[in-house]
């Protein structure tokens, strides 16, 4: 089974109730919650990152056992290619969808993608103890969004579960909730039991195995993970692998593992259906095949995702360089990178020598690499995000976003000026009530820095979703950002004194006692030009008695960015300085000379 749905709605909580309630774990055995999202960003940020496999072993009520492989994914858009690939490892899916959010963008996408690989959908309304909820409202979305997508009928006769994954329970009715004594969540294991059908494979046929994801262990390197769809799959046999561009090799797998609960267990012997984890094939990468040694036919190739944007990396040369991280050379940065590229198979790495390109799927998926970075002690520079253009016959292609929007009516204008300001096309528009939904199709390029925007015009109460669309024709230029910045003159302490000086032209990113250098960004502006300022200034002591109360100074709040604030904060000639303990951002050239001096031969895009 694989697990997908939008963001947030529930898949990891699903899975944790699973797995608790399987049976199969001793008390104590799961701590805490949410289980499956084990690495700590993961945890402290509540999003999956990485799919992850477990395996639950579960007896029906029959007695029957049952070995079910659980996949959960993550519903974030810049890791759908994940998603795509892994549900080849799937017989079924659980399309989980939030009873009061209904059908999102990416409950389309996962969905269309089951739908096309002939997968059949149990289809989960979670959260069904949120008080708002309108689950008769969503089952006909869900219902709508299937005929759209062209399922038989077969799949549109799906069944239904309404579920509280927060309290622990499924039902099948529609009727009563929560199931009278608190219920459980055994009702969805029946459901998997009971409608996702065993693979139609072939045993008996020579073995045919495909790598769908990839994990990596100082140790043995590369691990690959992924199905055996006919035959079977031994530890020690000389094997067939086939790469994608069709290259065979004889290898060996030296270890084979299967997944057992949350981890993996050794064996001899995979079966046809089951899923692997191989150690020891040289260039095991997505999409290989693993085949008999007499009989090397792969299987079809898998889609990669091509990157849609990239920022440039560069060691940290601020005066600061080396007080804060452990990790600050240009050869560390550059094994740092290189062991990335082992797993995250939608990134790319160019190497110019003192700087590289690193290109993904958006801003979210380099964000979290370099999120991990600064906890792993690395300090760097990093560019503005470009998207990545294409030439498609001799037409300038750019990535498209397909964008979703929901706003109060009487912030309908701002918003549509908002994004028509960033060459967004409306394709759709209904009226729910007090609110509108809108549908557009915008260039990936006019949503760096539109989140923050768009929450300031709507005072937070727009619901803002996208997901990569394609590559479409440029739609020309997009105006930065419509403010200037303050930049500091000194290098030093902040003091109270300088920034209640500055108080009325614009809003500071520092607070008194912060430590800046000079090229440093402290502000944002109140007008469109760039202002030099002086926020380390202290007041000269005179002998005369002041008549103002200056002693306690009232100051605004500063404005903290986030590493992926900033990110879409900066523009072409800023850089964001990421380090353990802060994000700073900073002009390329800290010098003022420098800066005139490059203003004028730089081309602008
Ligand atoms: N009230 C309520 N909240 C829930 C329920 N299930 C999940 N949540 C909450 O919804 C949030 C998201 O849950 P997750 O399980 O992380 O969702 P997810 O689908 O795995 O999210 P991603 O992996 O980031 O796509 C968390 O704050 C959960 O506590 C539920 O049944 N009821
Ligand atoms: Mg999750």
């Not at 494979?201 to 769809?229: E, M, S």
Request: one cysteine or more; aromatic letters at 6%; charged letters at 25%.
């Amino acid at each position: 089974m694989a697990i997908v749905a939008h963001v947030d709605h529930g898949k990891t909580s699903l899975v944790d109730q699973l797995l608790r309630q399987s049976g199969h774990f001793a008390r104590g055995e799961l701590h805490g919650q949410f289980i499956m999202d084990s690495n700590p960003l993961e945890r402290e940020r509540g999003i999956t990152i990485l799919a992850k496999n477990c395996a639950i072993s579960y007896t029906d009520v029959a007695g029957k056992r049952y070995h079910i492989n659980i996949v959960d994914t993550p519903g974030h858009a810049d890791f759908s290619g994940e998603v795509q690939r892994v549900l080849k490892l799937a017989d079924g899916v659980l399309l989980v969808v939030d009873a009061f959010e209904g059908v999102m963008p990416q409950t389309r996408y996962v969905l269309a993608r089951a739908l096309e690989m002939g997968l059949k959908p149990v289809v989960v309304l979670n959260k069904m103890d949120r008080p708002e909820i309108r689950p008769d409202e969503v089952l006909l979305e869900v219902f709508e969004l299937m005929v759209e997508l062209g399922a038989d009928n077969e799949a549109l006769d799906f069944p239904v579960l309404y579920a509280s994954a927060k309290e622990g329970w499924a039902t099948l009715s529609d009727m009563q909730w929560p199931p009278p004594g608190g219920g459980n969540i055994h009702p969805l294991f029946e459901a998997i039991i009971e409608h996702v059908p065993v693979a139609d494979l072939d045993p008996d046929a020579p073995l045919q195995a495909q790598v769908t994801t990839l994990d990596y262990n100082d140790y043995v390197g590369r691990i690959g993970i992924g199905r055996v769809f006919a035959g079977t799959l031994l530890a020690g046999e000389e094997v067939a692998l086939i790469d994608r561009q069709g290259q065979t090799t004889i290898q060996k797998v030296a270890q084979l593992f299967r997944f057992d609960g949350l981890g993996r267990k050794e064996v001899r012997r995979v079966d046809t259906g089951d899923l692997f984890a191989a150690v020891g094939l040289e260039h095991v990468d997505i999409g290989v095949t693993i085949a008999a040694v007499e009989h090397p036919v792969p299987l079809p190739p898998m889609s990669l995702d091509e990157p849609t944007l990239h920022m440039v990396f560069r060691i940290n040369d601020s005066p600061f360089s080396g007080k804060e991280g452990t990790s600050v050379t240009a050869r560390q940065l550059r094994d740092r990178l290189k062991l990335e590229l082992q797993t995250n198979v939608a990134m790319r790495v160019e190497d110019k020598g003192d700087e590289f390109v690193v290109s993904g799927r958006g801003l979210l998926h380099l964000g979290i690499l370099l999120e991990n970075m600064r906890r792993e002690g690395f300090e760097l520079s990093v560019g503005k995000p470009r998207v990545i253009f294409r030439s498609e016959n001799g037409v300038r292609t750019e990535p498209i976003e397909f964008l979703t929007l929901d706003v109060p009516n009487e912030y309908m204008g701002t918003a549509m000026e908002l994004l028509g300001d960033r060459r967004a096309e409306l394709s759709r528009m209904e009226n729910r009530g007090l609110r509108t939904h809108l549908e557009y199709t915008v260039p990936a390029r006019g949503l760096i820095g539109l989140a923050g925007r768009m929450m300031t015009a709507t005072h937070g109460e727009a619901l803002m979703h996208h997901r990569y669309h394609c590559y479409g024709p440029y739609r020309g230029p997009i105006g930065g950002r419509n403010s200037g910045v303050m930049i500091a003159t000194e290098t030093g302490a902040v003091t109270a004194y300088a920034l209640d000086q500055l108080s009325d032209r614009g809003l500071m990113f520092v607070q008194p006692g912060d430590s800046c250098y000079m090229g440093q960004v402290v502000g944002e502006h109140c007008k469109p030009n760039d202002i030099p300022v002086n926020v380390v200034r202290t007041k000269k002591l005179t002998n005369m008695r002041s008549s103002t109360k200056d002693a306690t100074v009232v100051l605004k709040a500063p404005r903290r960015l986030t590493l992926e604030g900033a990110l879409e904060y900066i523009e072409d000639d800023e850089r964001v300085e990421i380090t353990p303990k802060s994000i700073r951002i900073r002009k390329q050239y800290l010098l003022d000379s420098d800066r005139r001096r490059h203003a004028k031969n730089s081309p602008g895009e």
